[in-house]
Nanobody
Framework: QVQLVESGGGLVQPGGSLRLSCAAS????????IGWFRQAPGKEREGISC???????YYADSVKGRFTISRDNAKNTAYLQMNSLKPEDTAVYYC?????????????????WGKGTLVTVSS
């Protein structure tokens, strides 16, 4: 079955850290750009980071310096390390695989989406 599956979400206190994973099955991530998106309650989904197949990375200003995107092609998995989390980071986080990074906002030509993982930042 071809799919992307996010994991690693949960409840964390402000200032804490989480690492999200985006695992691919049924296809190989090697030649895809991977984007991370989030959708906060009552807001539209927004792209926050993208990593190209050559590991060039892009970040939204809102997460730059706090979040790190990476990929491990041997594990067919991409990651989003999130540090110094803030309540405004609370959202459902999604990953997607596409052709190229169009900056941080999104890969172009998205072919696969995950179903999301919830991150809640609260004391």
């Amino acid at each position: 079955q071809v799919q992307l599956v996010e994991s690693g979400g949960g409840l964390v206190q402000p200032g804490g850290s989480l690492r999200l994973s985006c695992a691919a099955s049924g296809f190989t991530l090697d030649n895809y750009a991977i984007g991370w998106f989030r959708q906060a309650p009552g807001k539209e989904r927004e792209g926050i980071s993208c990593i190209s197949s050559r590991r060039i990375t892009y970040y939204a200003d809102s997460v730059k310096g706090r979040f790190t995107i990476s990929r491990d092609n041997a594990k067919n998995t991409a990651y989003l390390q999130m540090n110094s989390l803030k309540p405004e980071d609370t959202a459902v986080y999604y990953c997607a695989a596409g052709s190229f990074c169009s900056g941080y906002r999104s890969p172009t030509g998205i072919k696969y989406w995950g179903k999301g993982t919830l991150v809640t930042v609260s004391s």
